[in-house]
């Protein structure tokens, strides 16, 4: 069982950055494999980013590649998520998600999922 908390969301003016946190509790963190997904108001769930279990690869969508970077640190059992260059459409609830060994771009792929942390980038 894993339990994931994320942190770090909020209101950020179009151009300014954000870093996500999420962290990780449970057994055998260090074997999953974990991801940030976002979902906007009546969009379906969309991928951003995903890393595998120790951290020396990674994946990320095409509308944030280049402006954001996912990185983990397993001595402290977190997951980040570097935004930069942030404007409205990066607008979502943005969800930390884990599943065993491989990472995938499925959302429905993974087994556990945090509460989300709202994204607002508004002037």
């Known amino acids: 069982q894993v339990q994931l908390v994320e942190s770090g969301g909020g209101l950020v003016q179009p151009g300014g950055s954000l870093r996500l946190s999420c962290a990780a509790s449970?057994?055998?963190?260090?074997?999953?494999?974990m991801a940030w997904f976002r979902q906007a108001p009546g969009k379906e769930r969309e991928f951003v980013a995903a890393i595998n279990w120790s951290g020396s690869i990674s994946d990320v969508a095409d509308p944030v590649k280049g402006r954001f970077t996912i990185s983990r640190d397993n001595a402290k059992n977190m997951l980040h998520l570097q935004m930069n260059s942030l404007n409205p459409g990066d607008t979502a609830v943005y969800y930390c998600a884990a599943r065993l060994f491989s990472y995938s771009r499925w959302h429905n792929e993974y087994d556990y999922w945090g509460q989300g942390t709202q994204v607002t980038i508004s002037s």
């Open positions: 449970g057994s055998m963190v260090d074997n999953f494999a």
